[in-house]
């Protein structure tokens, strides 16, 4: 695999971001045009209705998807980043981190780690400013 860095670390699921992202819009737009030329017609309007609760339906199965998915994968890295700090440093790590702080520390090296979570404890750094300060890139592969 190729090297990760703060450059090239984000990953992109093609299916995901570009098939079914197309795949939602299309639908809610041909429903949502379906929708308003049926309130013209003076026709019923329940077969239109029906179609704006399917664009509905799909955008938010496609939303949930996505973020319970996320929400999973930040629980995951929570759990294994306490584990590696526990095990560097015999202690957990400071309840004053936030899940996206915790996320941005999983991409340091073993011998930086607890000195970063420490540091980023302390000054609140941001998430972009914990990637900008770690010195040897720990490559994370498996995030989506």
Not at 2 to 9: A, G, L, P, S, W
Not at 25 to 48: H, K, N, P, Q
Not at 98 to 107: D, E, N, W
Request: aromatic fraction near 8%; include cysteine; proline fraction near 1%.
């Amino acid at each position: 695999m190729k090297e990760q860095n703060i450059r090239n670390y984000r990953r992109i699921s093609p299916i995901y971001h570009q098939v079914l992202t197309l795949l939602t819009l299309i639908i809610a737009v041909v429903c949502l045009t379906r929708f308003f030329a049926g309130l013209g017609g003076g026709d019923s309007v329940m077969s239109e209705l029906l179609y704006v609760a399917a664009a509905l339906w799909v955008a938010i199965v496609f939303w949930l998807v996505r973020s319970n998915s996320l929400r999973v994968q930040d629980r995951v890295i929570r759990a294994e980043e306490n584990l590696r700090h526990f095990a560097l440093t015999g202690k957990l790590l400071d309840a004053r981190l936030t899940i996206s702080q915790i996320i941005a520390l999983r991409f340091a090296s073993d011998e930086e780690f607890p000195g970063l979570c420490d540091k980023a404890a302390e000054q609140d750094l941001s998430s972009g400013a914990i990637k900008q300060a770690v010195q040897h890139w720990r490559a994370d592969h498996h995030r989506v």
